[in-house]
């Protein structure tokens, strides 16, 4: 049986093609072969990304972020599916985290900016809303 980087390659290679499900399917092998890699767990992540399995690619991504703290790419993608999946206010987390390790990274900040924008926005009541009507200051 080939080693976990032999794996990895071959699921590179099998992604980069457009293959996920085999992809999904050997870096999964290579999850059993070692665990702890977390490499191979953001490998998972990114092609569950491109299945549009953004539960699954957070959790995958979490896995690689818990296994390297430092491991900036699984912090900025699972901020990525966060706001695929619209947790807003976990992304900014995840985004932060980048930003903590890699303070200039335009990337983290420019989502990090989106998350806040699109909490902003589902704040928002629009002038012909009847929720308007119904809220008042008190003095």
Not at 50 to 74: G, S, V, W
Request: charged content about 25%.
């Amino acid at each position: 049986m080939p080693d976990a980087r032999e794996l990895s390659h071959r699921v590179v290679e099998l992604a980069e093609s457009g293959h996920y499900d085999e992809a999904l399917d050997l870096v999964n092998k290579g999850i059993k072969l070692d665990g702890n890699n977390a490499n191979v767990w953001y490998n998972k992540g990114i092609i569950l990304f491109k299945m549009c399995r953004y539960q699954d690619a957070l959790n995958a991504f979490a896995q690689a972020a818990d296994i390297d703290p430092e491991f900036t790419e699984a912090w900025y993608n699972k901020g990525m599916a966060l706001m695929n999946l619209q947790k807003y206010h976990e992304a900014i987390r995840a985004f932060d985290k980048v930003l903590k390790i890699h303070p200039h990274d335009d990337r983290a900040r420019e989502q990090m900016h989106l998350a806040q924008k699109k909490i902003m926005e589902s704040c928002s009541f629009s002038p012909s809303s009847p929720v308007k009507d119904q809220t008042y200051l008190i003095k």
